[in-house]
Nanobody, 119 residues
Framework: QVQLVESGGGLVQAGGSLRLSCAAS????????MGWFRQAPGKEREFVAA????????HYADSVKGRFTISRDNAKNTVYLEMNSLKPEDTAVYYC????????????WGQGTQVTVSS
């Protein structure tokens, strides 16, 4: 199994920035890619960004392109989400997730970290 622990959430004013971290442990060698998702109150969980461990290719939701940046530190088994120009609609619980090689879905999930953007 892969264990994931998010950190870095908090309260920020609109236009501000936050950086989330996701530390992976356990069978991290089985992880092919990492993703960030978010879920706002009363809404379904949605994809935010993803990155492959090897090569570092990235993918973003249209709603965060140009504002959020996903990166990884392979030596630390950690993935980051740099969030800039935050908007109130970015308020949500943010989750990181791990996808195994050969899998089309994310297999392991963290417990989530709250991000609140005030107007």
């Amino acid at each position: 199994q892969v264990q994931l622990v998010e950190s870095g959430g908090g309260l920020v004013q609109a236009g501000g920035s936050l950086r989330l971290s996701c530390a992976a442990s356990g069978r991290t060698f089985s992880s092919y890619a990492m993703g960030w998702f978010r879920q706002a109150p009363g809404k379904e969980r949605e994809f935010v960004a993803a990155i492959r461990w090897s090569g570092g290719s990235t993918h973003y939701a249209d709603s965060v392109k140009g504002r959020f940046t996903i990166s990884r530190d392979n030596a630390k088994n950690t993935v980051y989400l740099e969030m800039n120009s935050l908007k109130p609609e970015d308020t949500a619980v943010y989750y990181c997730a791990s996808r195994s090689g050969g899998s089309t879905t994310y297999d392991y999930w963290g417990q989530g970290t709250q991000v609140t953007v005030s107007s």
